[in-house]
T-cell receptor
């Protein structure tokens, strides 16, 4: 069965450092991978999408890589800020009309 | 602004009663909507996929007679938890697939609904 693993349940880093979150998957060949931010008690908010034929995507302080050989995506937040503290979810998808498959998320805490 | 609206955001109901949660796409037509449930510190678990005008497709282990889904229009899907029990207490989230103002077919999430059954 499909399995998605996000490297750790929680990650603490110092403000200003780069946070790196990992998403690994097995038994799946997604057309794309997405990263979401979820704050406590709120729905997920879309951050970035990267397709299977793309290696890297950037958006402001965010960078996502996608290695379909390793079946892994890395999500980086550079110059992290306390406001970046949240749970980050990776999700795999085939097309817009099929449901996303989510990882459990990594809870990031950026300490001032 | 939000493109998918969920209502209510929080609801408390008595055991044995039914509660309805609405999910609306605000500025686009959602041909497909998804309903998820999330327990604390857990991932979003897909419950069902609903397509406008047809019956919902439920995931294994989800009781279709307990979790009634109606996708009556291209902008509204409802989830009704019937004969609710305390173990149904959870965070329910809907998402909708369609073309919104940013263009392209993508998936947007509602803000979620906290259900507490007492």
């Amino acid at each position: 069965s499909q399995k998605i693993e996000q490297n750790s349940e929680a990650l603490n880093i110092q403000e200003g450092k780069t946070a790196t979150l990992t998403c690994n998957y097995t038994n799946y060949s997604p057309a794309y991978l997405q990263w979401y931010r979820q704050d406590p008690g709120r729905g997920p908010v879309f951050l970035l999408l990267i397709r299977e034929n793309e290696k890297e995507k950037r958006k402001e302080r965010l960078k996502v890589t996608f290695d379909t050989t390793l079946k892994q995506s890395l999500f980086h937040i550079t110059a992290s800020q306390p406001a970046d503290s949240a749970t980050y979810l990776c999700a795999l998808g085939d097309s817009g009309n099929t449901p996303l498959v989510f990882g459990k998320g990594t809870r990031l805490s950026v300490i001032a | 602004g939000a493109v998918v609206s969920q209502h209510p955001s929080r609801v408390i109901c008595k055991s044995g009663t039914s509660v309805k949660i609405e999910c609306r796409s605000l500025d686009f037509q959602a041909t497909t909507m998804f309903w998820y449930r999330q327990f604390p510190k857990q991932s979003l678990m897909l419950m069902a996929t609903s397509n406008e005008g047809s019956k919902a497709t439920y995931e294994q282990g989800v009781e279709k007679d307990k979790f009634l889904i109606n996708h009556a229009s291209l902008t509204l899907s409802t989830l009704t938890v019937t004969s609710a029990h305390p173990e149904d207490s959870s965070f329910y989230i809907c998402s909708a697939s369609g073309q919104a103002q940013k263009g392209g077919n993508t998936i947007y999430f509602g803000e979620g609904s906290w259900l507490t059954v007492v």
